[in-house]
């Protein structure tokens, strides 16, 4: 049986305006056509990672209102164990704002709310699940003390950990981490600000690894959108993404994070997980909105 993933992170509930291009400050484009679709990092990787055919727990918190009730209920019928999930009486369900233009591209903006509010003290599920064969997934829609005390929990517990770094901020502190991560996955914009190198190829990537020191993770992936990945760690090597028509790029990243956990749970080497990650990264592009466009793992393999 493959081994579990936890994942602790955010839950939003996305508004997507898809337009011909991006508005600038104080400018209005018209014609756009709108999407409502569930998403949050923690919970796109969560689903993405179930599609995939992975043993999924969700660790998040969400507002009582009808968004929380809504996301609750998704991530429930896609076979994700939710016990885990707290409902704050006070703070409203995340919320984010995302603009798409017609190339793919995104602007998103994020009300975090709920997520806000998930603290140390709610990891209670994960403390008293997690084992030294599970995996845990993360990245920083939430507060920083609190995948600070997962990481923790992970590392008493022998548990492997997979960081996404999105979205990046303190720097410094999730430097400090590192040497406690397994994988740690930026996309090229992430990594430069992790290290101050900017990452575009192999070649590049070798430098931010070095500048990473000794304190650096077992292994960095470094996402570089339709131009695949590179990774750097017990082997390093590239890995280009398959061709193909982008119409929404929106949880790209949270898929491919999704599908590398996946993999690593079942035993998969690197290079077979980063292969496999870099074809359901694509395949999600080719659909509007985050989880909507998450591909199943028939659809993976096909
Ligand atoms: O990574 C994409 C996600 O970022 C969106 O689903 C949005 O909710 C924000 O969290």
Redesign the pocket.
């Known amino acids: 049986m493959p081994a579990r993933i936890f994942v602790v992170g955010?839950?939003?509930?996305?508004m997507v305006v898809v337009s011909e291009r991006l508005p600038g400050p104080g400018e209005t484009v018209m014609g756009g056509r709108f999407l409502c679709?569930?998403?949050?990092?923690?919970?796109?990787q969560a689903v993405a990672a179930a599609r995939l055919g992975g043993r999924v727990h969700f660790i998040g918190c969400l507002g009582m209102d009808a968004w929380g009730d809504a996301a609750l209920a998704n991530l429930a019928r896609e076979g994700i164990d939710v016990s885990g999930v707290r409902r704050d009486p006070t703070e409203p369900s995340?919320?984010?704002l995302?603009l798409v233009d017609a190339a793919g591209r995104?602007l998103?903006s994020?009300a975090p709310g709920a997520n806000a509010a998930l603290r140390p003290e709610h990891l209670i599920h994960l403390k008293r699940e997690l084992t030294a064969d599970d995996w845990l997934l993360l990245?920083l829609?939430v507060p920083f003390d609190t995948v600070e005390a997962a990481i923790e929990i992970a590392s008493r517990n022998g548990a492997h950990i997979l960081l996404d770094p999105?979205?990046m901020a303190q720097p410094e502190r999730v430097c400090s981490w590192l040497k406690d991560i397994d994988v740690c996955k930026p996309n090229e914009h992430e990594c430069e600000l992790l290290t101050g190198v900017a990452v575009s190829d192999l070649t590049s990537a070798r430098a931010a690894w070095a500048a990473m020191g000794v304190d650096r993770p077992h292994w960095l992936v470094v996402t570089l959108g339709e131009h695949g990945a590179v990774a750097l760690g017990d082997e390093e090597g590239s890995f280009p993404a398959p061709q193909v028509s982008t119409v929404d790029s929106?949880?790209?990243?949270?898929c491919f994070s999704g599908a590398l956990a996946v993999q690593l749970a079942e035993g998969a080497s690197m290079r077979q997980a980063i292969g496999f990650a870099c074809r359901a990264a694509a395949l999600s592009t080719t659909r509007p909105g985050?989880?909507p466009s998450l591909p199943t793992r028939r659809e993976v393999e096909a």
Not at 10 to 14: A, G
Request: net charge negative; hydrophobic share 40%; glycine share 16%.
């Open positions: 955010s839950s939003n509930t996305d679709a569930a998403g949050g990092k923690g919970a796109n995340g919320v984010a995302i995104n998103i994020v990245q829609e999105a979205p929106t949880a790209a990243g949270d985050a989880q």
